[in-house]
T-cell receptor, first 113, second 115 residues
Framework: NAGVTQTPKFQVLKTGQSMTLQCAQD?????MYWYRQDPGMGLRLIYY???????DKGEVPNGYNVSRLNKREFSLRLESAAPSQTSVYFC????????????FGNGTRLTVT | KQEVTQIPAALSVPEGENLVLNCSFT??????LQWFRQDPGKGLTSLLL?????REQTSGRLNASLDKSSGRSTLYIAASQPGDSATYLC??????????????FGEGTQLTVNP
């Protein structure tokens, strides 16, 4: 049971470089999310997709783009990385119904120098 | 804006002790509250979810209570074990919308259970 799989696990970028974080879930969940976790700031929602074909901004969307490729996959793209985007990124999924629990991946630790 | 606070930030207890972790939130108009566990270098694992209409939820040695009117939730861990060592986070949802889109997280309590 893989659950939510994120790749890569670690990444170092130089300022201005771009990259895409990949996320896939095998639980047939409708909704998927991207969070970032920073010391002193907690977990903050970047973007989410309530269902296949839809995406919406979360609390901190600036500097990011997302693609809901299909029901299983939800990617996060940094077009021009900045040091402020150094963080741990988590993908999560849920059945989408109000009150259904979230399932998280193991995270991608990103450092931007 | 909803704010979630968890006190204490860190807690160290001997094995076998019963303990309580606290979570408080500023806006009582919540839809549900979730407790998560996070191990170092890992993602979050959902432990318990309490709907706003419920007072508590239990899973094994864990019991979570919710008092919406006072803006508080507690996570009770009975007979703690070294394997319970982790960071525990609570999160409140202010909406019936998609589960994770309106979650506000606390910063967590880092629990260490000493053998």
């Amino acid at each position: 049971n893989a659950g939510v799989t994120q790749t890569p696990k670690f990444q170092v970028l130089k300022t201005g470089q771009s990259m895409t974080l990949q996320c896939a879930q095998d639980m047939n969940h409708n909704s998927m999310y991207w969070y970032r976790q920073d010391p002193g700031m907690g977990l903050r929602l970047i973007y989410y997709s309530a269902s296949e074909g839809t995406t919406d901004k979360g609390e901190v969307p600036n500097g990011y783009n997302v693609s809901r490729l299909n029901k299983r996959e939800f990617s996060l793209r940094l077009e021009s990385a900045a040091p402020s985007q150094t963080s741990v990124y988590f993908c999560a999924s849920s059945a989408g119904l109000g009150g259904s629990p979230l399932h998280f991946g193991n995270g991608t630790r990103l450092t931007v120098t | 804006k909803q704010e979630v606070t968890q006190i204490p930030a860190a807690l160290s207890v001997p094995e076998g002790e019963n303990l309580v972790l606290n979570c408080s939130f500023t806006d009582s108009a919540i839809y549900n509250l979730q407790w998560f566990r996070q191990d170092p270098g890992k993602g979050l694992t959902s432990l318990l979810l309490i709907q706003s209409s419920q007072r508590e939820q239990t899973s094994g040695r864990l019991n979570a209570s919710l008092d919406k009117s006072s803006g508080r939730s507690t996570l009770y861990i009975a007979a703690s074990q070294p394997g319970d060592s982790a960071t525990y986070l609570c999160a409140v949802s202010g909406s019936r919308e998609t589960s994770g889109s309106r979650l506000t997280f606390g910063e967590g309590t880092q629990l260490t259970v000493n053998p």
